[in-house]
């Protein structure tokens, strides 16, 4: 009898083994992704300038990625920066962003990302604005590179063509260098500094930014603290659509946003 339950003993010990080594198979790598997003925010700033008016935006778009490192995607919002530059001649309500390029990591926790983004501003005719020559089409396209080492980003962007309507500014460059600090629990905090030089122009100038985020299975909310030194540089940033409102002030800009 005792060699009997001896056995039992030994048989369940090796049929434990097997079941453990014969565990399901971990899914292989999708070949490519689609990811979708849609939100919108108290005011859009971009590199630290307010382009909606200090008013909401709606904002959207896609990314596709292949496990290659190729990606493409696209990204919209509601702006007022361009018909504000001249309301009676000039219009132009949406920026679409239209970009492509290759990410890869070349060590552990280093990863270069290259590729071009095209800033469409449907419709804009900004090069309308008097007087004659002052400003050209807003679409503007540039190529980035971007080096990642572990939670630390740096990245450059160089304009091929006139930047933002902007006469003679092509090779105009943005630098600019993030940091993603993870709380747990879906928070982030993500300290930035940027600086943009608009060539053959007086307006270059620096911004910074503080942004939490808090990730509830794919809804982010979000809170950042934004603003430039181009006052103290250049004077107040103001446009003839929007009033007498500054423009480049430091501001709370608050986020929602939904990913799929």
Known sequence: MKQKFTSLIALALVSGSALAQTAAPVAPEPESTLTYNIGVVSEYRYRGLAQSAKKPALQGGFDYAHKNGFYVGTWASTINW????????????????????????????????????????????????TPAGSLTNADTFELYGALSIGALTAKLSNSTTNLFGAPNSKNSRYFDVSYTIDLGDGITVV??????????????????????????????????????????????????????????????????????
Do not use: C
Request: no cysteine; proline share 4%; charged share 20%.
């Open 82 to 129: 361009i018909k504000d530059t001249q309301p009676s001649t000039v219009k132009g309500p949406v920026e679409i962003d239209v970009y492509g390029g290759y990410k890869t990591e070349i060590a552990p926790e280093v990863t270069l990302d290259v590729g071009g983004l095209k800033y469409w501003y449907q419709g804009n005719n900004l090069e309308k604005a």
């Open 191 to 260: 300290p930035h500094i940027g600086n943009q030089i608009v060539k053959n122009n007086a307006t270059s100038y620096t911004d910074y930014a503080l942004t939490v985020n808090k990730d509830m299975d794919g809804l982010v909310l979000s809170a950042a603290v934004i603003g430039t030194n181009f006052k103290s540089r250049h004077g107040a940033f103001t446009l003839p659509g929007s009033g007498t409102k500054e423009l480049s002030g430091t501001t709370l800009v608050l986020g929602l946003k939904k990913n799929f």
